[in-house]
C-alpha cells in the first residue's frame, strides 16, 4: 500500500438484486496519507451503492504499515460505519460499525 488516491466507480448490471431489475450503482473513494512518523499510512474513505430498492453509505479508517516489504506479514486495521436504506418500505434502517484486523502470510 503507500500513500494516493483509489477511486472505483462501477455499475453493475445483471446482479441478482431481488427486485432491482439488476441495476447497482456503487463507488469507493479512498485516500492514503502517511501517518505517524511516515510508519504508517492512514486511508480515510467514503462509499455508495445506489440500487432501485436501497441506498449504502459508508466511511472508512484503515491503517496499515507504509512499507510492507520490510514486515514479515503485512497487516492491516480497519473500521468501517455503514446505514443502509431500503427505499421500497418503510422498514428501519440498518446501521453497522464492523472492526477487521487482516494479516496475510
Same mark, same amino acid.
Given at each position: 500500500?503507500?500513500?494516493? =488516491?483509489? +477511486?472505483?466507480?462501477?455499475?453493475?448490471?445483471?446482479?441478482? =438484486?431481488?427486485?432491482?431489475?439488476?441495476?447497482? !450503482? #456503487?463507488? &469507493?473513494?479512498?485516500?492514503?496519507?502517511?501517518?505517524?512518523?511516515? &510508519?504508517?499510512?492512514?486511508?480515510?474513505?467514503?462509499?455508495?451503492?445506489?440500487?432501485?430498492?436501497?441506498?449504502?453509505?459508508?466511511?472508512?479508517?484503515?491503517?496499515?504499515?507504509?512499507?510492507?516489504?520490510?514486515?514479515?506479514?503485512?497487516?492491516?486495521?480497519?473500521?468501517? +460505519? #455503514? &446505514?443502509? #436504506?431500503?427505499?421500497?418500505?418503510?422498514?428501519?434502517?440498518?446501521?453497522?460499525?464492523?472492526?477487521? !484486523?487482516?494479516?496475510? !502470510?
Amino acid at each position: 500500500r503507500g500513500h494516493g =488516491c483509489t +477511486a472505483l466507480p462501477r455499475r453493475h448490471a445483471g446482479v441478482g =438484486c431481488p427486485g432491482s431489475n439488476g441495476q447497482q !450503482f #456503487e463507488a &469507493r473513494l479512498a485516500y492514503g496519507v502517511p501517518a505517524f512518523a511516515d &510508519r504508517f499510512t492512514l486511508t480515510p474513505g467514503l462509499g455508495l451503492a445506489l440500487s432501485p430498492d436501497s441506498s449504502t453509505y459508508s466511511l472508512l479508517w484503515a491503517l496499515a504499515p507504509y512499507d510492507q516489504r520490510d514486515q514479515g506479514e503485512p497487516w492491516e486495521l480497519s473500521l468501517q +460505519a #455503514e &446505514r443502509q #436504506e431500503d427505499n421500497t418500505s418503510d422498514s428501519p434502517v440498518n446501521h453497522s460499525l464492523k472492526l477487521r !484486523f487482516s494479516l496475510l !502470510f
